[in-house]
């Protein structure tokens, strides 16, 4: 199937992935016209992770203001040094980032109103290597089998961080969430922030846990981003869980990104 393009709008949409994924071109975001978020929107929700191509002008000011388009942008809580204003996070790699960074998870799912969307752009990019990897949880929790379904939608799970001086934050989401635009039911945990249910012990809770941890990250259900400079990746927190790639060295700051997370809202 060939490439896409919009009919009222000088756009190319390609689907990237088979079970997410689509690489938007003909869409400028330093001159985005606010009369399309509906349609942008829109295709971050069908596709679940899109990537804005060829936005060489894209700057950091440029982020504030697509993000703040889709809502209030997220203050990020015990990293104000890795962050600028608050809101604009600094990722640049380092071995004790990539430890966190490395793990699957959707963004801060111990507060009790995660973010809907994160907007990221590289900064820098190694010679070969430094892909992010995403993985789709509605399909995940699809393809699981009925009676674990039903098991599941009954569960609730403690997710918890360790914010450093700002001390541990836990909430508790329920296991099966449902997406507040489609009604579609996803998967809604990961190994960053979750270790047990509640009502059961960590013990009781790792063997499940430790399934959906490993089936929810299948190849099938996956995208693996392959970052080109000028490329701006938008995905939705409430269908996806990603995680960075460290296969090109050790070399501290050999990848540097920025992102912002948009629009917190309560989890059902």
């Not at 990537?51 to 002008?57: A, D, E």
């Not at 992010?132 to 799970?157: G, M």
């Not at 296969?247 to 700051?253: P, R």
Request: proline share 4%; charged share 25%; aromatic share 10%.
């Amino acid at each position: 199937m060939g490439p896409r393009t919009n009919e009222s709008r000088n756009w190319t949409v390609n689907r990237v992935g088979g079970t997410l994924g689509a690489e938007v071109f003909g869409l400028d975001l330093m001159s985005f016209d606010p009369a399309d978020l509906p349609a942008v929107e829109a295709l971050v929700i069908k596709h679940h992770v899109v990537v804005f191509r060829g936005q060489k002008n894209f700057n950091e000011q440029g982020l504030l203001d697509f993000g703040r388009m889709f809502g209030e942008l997220r203050e990020y809580a015990g990293a104000r040094e890795n962050t600028k204003g608050g809101v604009i996070m600094n990722l640049t790699y380092t071995p004790e980032m990539a430890r966190i960074t490395e793990r699957w998870h959707a963004e801060a799912t111990s507060a009790e109103m995660p973010p809907s969307y994160t907007i990221l752009r590289a900064l820098k990019l190694p010679e070969a290597g430094g892909d992010t990897a995403f993985a789709n949880q509605h399909v995940a929790f699809e393809r699981l089998s009925d009676t674990l379904k039903d098991v599941l939608r009954s569960l609730k799970a403690i997710h918890s961080y360790d914010y450093g001086p700002k001390g541990v934050r836990s909430t508790v989401h329920p296991v099966v969430r449902t997406h507040p635009v489609t009604g579609r039911e996803t998967l809604f945990v990961s190994e960053t922030f979750v270790k047990q249910f509640e009502g059961m012990t960590v013990e009781e809770s790792q063997p499940i846990l430790r399934y959906l941890f490993d089936f929810s990250v299948r190849l099938d259900f996956s995208y693996r981003h392959r970052w080109f400079h000028d490329d701006v990746v938008m995905w939705d927190n409430r269908s996806v869980m990603h995680r960075a790639i460290h296969d090109f060295g050790d070399e501290s700051g050999a990848r540097i990104m920025n992102n912002v997370q948009t629009r917190c809202e309560p989890v059902f």
